[in-house]
């Protein structure tokens, strides 16, 4: 590949930064780098290939010469601006929900279904951290045995909601342990030792009692997987992770699918690690997965309820695989 001009919106985000970082390691081929974000960072520098930068403030004119973008600045800026960059003739991969499940943008898990790439009409979307690392596991499965029906429960890390958030967590905790009262600014009830079942923050719920990340995985997993009939329901719940998604998954399958086989197929399939020895004490773990590429599966076992079913754990690095990696994957792959 010929070294590419990239931008990357939101450079000084908890995912910009991982993008940032990504591109370095990948060794993706970046001709120049520019990084962009809103007024609140003026001034600041990010460090890329030991060199730094300054961030320039995201506007209309941004693209001119861009080839690539990668977009991680919230939904209102990817809504506003990816049109501009689209237009200026740069290939747009935008992490936002804004445009997942427009039937003009191609919506892309690289291990999934990479073909898909090929019909933008200059934006692709990254999925839900929540749903990438599902699919990467479920792929291979529905291929083998079609998979019916999924029931999902999430244990989603703060980090997911930004560096405002952890901050919260952290000083939510220290109040908890030296007998105060949390403070809540982002959340909407205490983050320290508890369990929220409401992601996003604010305007959660939907008309049908779903929130709408329960929802994304619902339509997400159908499209990527090019798959309507699938059924899926989920639950999203937010826990005192720092990050690190885990999800507890049960499907249902038209063909009977043994543990064992199921071991068998997820040993070969692209960016899935089986970590599944019971007797070792040995399962996927958030604080294991942090920093690392794959998406981790274990605790397989055949669904005692059903004929046709099976239960698993899967653990991925959200800020990586569910976002920042799966956005470069989906860069490398044009
Ligand atoms: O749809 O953990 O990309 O707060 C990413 C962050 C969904 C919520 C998305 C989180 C959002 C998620």
């Known amino acids: ?21 990504v591109l370095e390691q990948r060794n993706f081929p970046v001709k120049s780098l520019k990084p962009l974000a809103s007024e609140r960072s003026r001034g600041k520098t990010i460090r890329f290939r030991g060199e730094d930068i300054p961030v320039e403030v995201l506007g209309e004119d941004s693209f001119k010469g861009v080839e690539v973008a990668l977009f991680s600045a919230g939904g209102g800026v990817s809504k506003r601006f990816a049109p501009y960059a689209a237009k200026d003739g740069c290939v747009v991969v935008d992490n936002s929900s804004t445009w997942r499940m427009d039937p003009d943008v191609p919506l892309v898990v690289p291990e999934v279904n990479p073909d898909d790439v090929k019909w933008h009409k200059g934006i692709i979307a990254n999925p839900n951290c929540s749903t990438i690392q599902m699919v990467v596991v479920l792929k291979p499965l529905h291929d083998a045995a079609k998979i019916e029906r999924v029931v999902v429960s999430t244990y989603q890390a703060v980090s997911g909601a930004g560096i405002k958030a952890l901050e919260e967590m952290k000083e939510q905790i220290q109040a908890v342990l030296e007998g105060r009262e949390p403070v809540c600014k982002v959340f909407p009830h205490p983050i320290a030792f508890n369990c929220i079942p409401q992601i996003p923050q604010s305007d959660a719920f939907t008309d049908n009692g779903y929130t709408s990340e329960e929802m994304k995985m619902v339509n997400e997993t159908k499209k990527i997987m090019g798959d309507d009939s699938i059924r899926v329901t989920a639950t999203t719940v937010r826990v005192p992770v720092h990050t690190g998604h885990s999800e507890c998954v049960n499907i249902e399958t038209q063909r009977k699918l043994t543990a064992a086989k199921a071991r068998e197929i997820l040993a070969r399939a692209p960016g899935v690690v089986v970590v599944d020895d019971p007797a070792g004490q040995r399962y996927p773990l958030a604080r294991d997965a942090e920093g690392k590429g794959e998406t981790f599966v274990g605790r397989i076992r055949e669904d005692i309820s059903q004929s046709r079913g099976l239960d698993m754990w899967i653990v991925s690095d959200n800020l990586l695989k569910g976002a920042a990696l799966n956005a470069v994957q989906i860069a490398e792959i044009l």
């Open 1 to 21: 590949m010929t070294p590419k001009v990239v931008a990357v919106a939101g450079a000084t985000g908890l995912v910009g930064s991982k993008m940032l970082q």
